[in-house]
């Protein structure tokens, strides 16, 4: 029995709560961001996700790297929507809705060709409704600034995204040391947005002692 958008939203929401508490518990049970990838994916995925396609085939709503239904530039961050210039990019992780899996053939659920979006997005209801959520993690590993930008550049293309679908989009962010640009990080976190809901969660060892601040937000409760 496919699960209830209501069940999937819980699977969600527990799935983040039971990744960010580990880590800050454990700040290095995950040695890279793939890592904390895998243990999201392993609190969220359900036999409950699994869904038939119209044509018969047994997917999941949960997917790693989902490609977005836009091209843009990924150094601007320009939107070029369906034109022929620009690339498509990929969501970390996003969970499909069920009632478009069991509408649409493997080809589209998988949606690959440019050409499925272009006839699908004609039906402007239902393309917007194709994704319930999407998430895009990034993890600190050390002192490179360019994170802070990698971060801005996270929250950008989900905001390029609900442009076209309506979603749930969270924005997480792990910092496993004392990051030298922290107070521009944190400034980004934190800036209020109605589309995004962003977390940054920070644990790491010193002095052999652990620090864990509290998690910061844009004003949602983890």
């Known amino acids: 029995m496919v ?11 527990d799935g983040i709560r039971k990744t960010v508490n580990k880590f800050r518990e454990y700040p290095h049970i995950f040695f890279s961001e793939m ?4 243990y999201l994916y392993h609190c969220l995925y359900s036999s409950k996700l699994e869904v038939k396609t119209r044509d018969g085939i047994i997917t999941s709503c949960l997917h790693k790297e989902y490609p977005t239904n836009f091209r843009y530039s990924k150094d601007s961050m320009e939107d070029f929507g369906l034109r022929k210039i620009g690339r498509r990019g990929n969501f970390d992780l996003a969970v499909l809705n069920p009632e478009f899996i069991e509408e649409f053939d493997i080809k589209n659920v998988i949606n690959k060709e440019i050409r499925d979006i272009e006839i699908r997005s004609q039906n402007k209801e239902k393309f917007r409704n194709e994704l319930l959520f999407a998430i895009e993690l990034k993890y600190v590993v050390n002192n490179h600034k360019s994170f802070v930008k990698e971060v801005e550049k996270d929250i950008e293309k989900l905001t390029i995204a609900s442009k076209y679908q309506s979603f749930e989009a969270y924005n997480l962010v792990f910092c496993n ?23 940054l969660a920070t644990s790491f060892y010193k002095d052999s002692k652990k620090v864990t601040p509290k998690t910061i937000t844009n004003g949602w409760n983890t």
């Open 3 to 13: 699960a209830k958008k209501s069940d999937i939203k819980r699977y969600v929401t």
């Open 35 to 38: 890592d904390i990838h895998a």
């Open 177 to 199: 040391h004392e990051y030298r640009y922290m107070s521009e990080l944190e400034k980004i976190i934190e800036k209020p947005n109605p589309t995004i809901k962003n977390l």
